[in-house]
């Protein structure tokens, strides 16, 4: 059975970091594709960044290029998604997904079937 658990979400001040932990299991990572989605009231489930298990490829959201880091430890089975220099628009709750295939562009949510509960990020002015 595929699990995935979001933490590290809470509070953070403007231009701070915060690290996302996706603890998987259930599955063997190295044939899948891990993302981190994010998602406020009212709008749709926006792709954040994508690793590619397979070949270690990353793909990231305009928004998180240059700010956001997804990573993975193997021996952990959990990837991460270093967030620094944050922005009150950045607050959402963040979601963990995964699904068997390589991406080569970053995915939309509607690809992946399995998914974390989600962790919310707050980032105060």
């Known amino acids: 059975q595929v699990q995935l658990v979001e933490s590290g979400g809470g509070l953070v001040q403007f231009g701070g970091s915060l690290r996302l932990s996706c603890a998987v299991s259930?599955?063997?990572?190295?044939?899948?594709?891990v993302a981190w989605f994010r998602q406020t009231p009212g709008k749709g489930r926006e792709a954040v960044a994508c690793f590619t298990l397979t070949d270690g490829t990353t793909y990231y959201s305009a928004s998180a290029k240059g700010r956001f880091t997804i990573s993975r430890d193997s021996g952990k089975n959990t990837v991460y998604l270093q967030m620094n220099s944050l922005k009150p628009e950045d607050t959402a709750v963040y979601y963990c997904?995964?699904?068997?295939?390589?991406?080569?562009?970053?995915?939309?949510?509607?690809?992946?079937?399995?998914w974390g509960q989600g962790t919310q990020v707050t980032v105060s002015s």
């Open positions: 997904a995964a699904d068997r295939f390589s991406p080569n562009y970053l995915p939309n949510w509607r690809v992946f079937d399995y």
């Open positions: 259930g599955f063997a990572m190295d044939d899948y594709a």
